[in-house]
């Protein structure tokens, strides 16, 4: 016997519209050049740290700073340069994690959107904030 469904009563509220966002994705993406403070680091220390530990690829050192590059962006450190902040998205968290203990780098750990979201936030050896992020799919 087959049941059978009373209609609803009123029908369905009609989709809000969505608000498209007030920045794009598109124009986050845009940014070509991050530039950070080097202050009186030694370039040596400095590169160690962005290349070897943090796995950005090193372009060239010049008198006035160092210049890497980490996904088609460049990171510029300028010796004239007000203390910044970057962000770079990883994919290995853990393993990067490992590598921040192995060289004794503190940093502060978030967990957020119920553990989709992974960050971490420390201070590279001029004073500049990094944010490494690891996002989850669903």
């Not at 080097?38 to 370039?43: C, E, L, N, S, V």
């Not at 372009?59 to 510029?76: K, N, S, T, V, W």
């Not at 004073?127 to 490494?132: F, S, T």
Request: with cysteine; proline share 10%.
């Amino acid at each position: 016997m087959p049941i059978e469904h009373d209609p609803p009563s009123s029908p369905l509220p009609p989709l809000k519209k969505q608000t498209p966002p007030i920045v794009s994705p598109e124009a986050l993406a845009a940014v070509a050049q991050v530039t950070l403070a080097a202050g009186d680091i030694p370039p040596r220390v400095l590169r160690h740290f962005y290349e070897r530990i943090l796995g950005v690829k090193f372009l060239e050192a010049d008198i006035d700073g160092l210049r890497f590059e980490y996904h088609r962006r460049q990171i510029a450190l300028l010796r004239q340069a007000q203390p910044g902040h970057a962000v770079f998205l990883v994919k290995d968290f853990p393993t990067l994690l490992l590598r921040l203990r192995d060289h004794a780098i503190a940093c502060e750990l978030i967990h957020g959107d119920a553990g989709m979201t992974r960050l971490a936030f420390l201070r590279d050896p001029a004073g500049n904030i990094i944010q490494l992020v690891e996002t989850r799919a669903l």
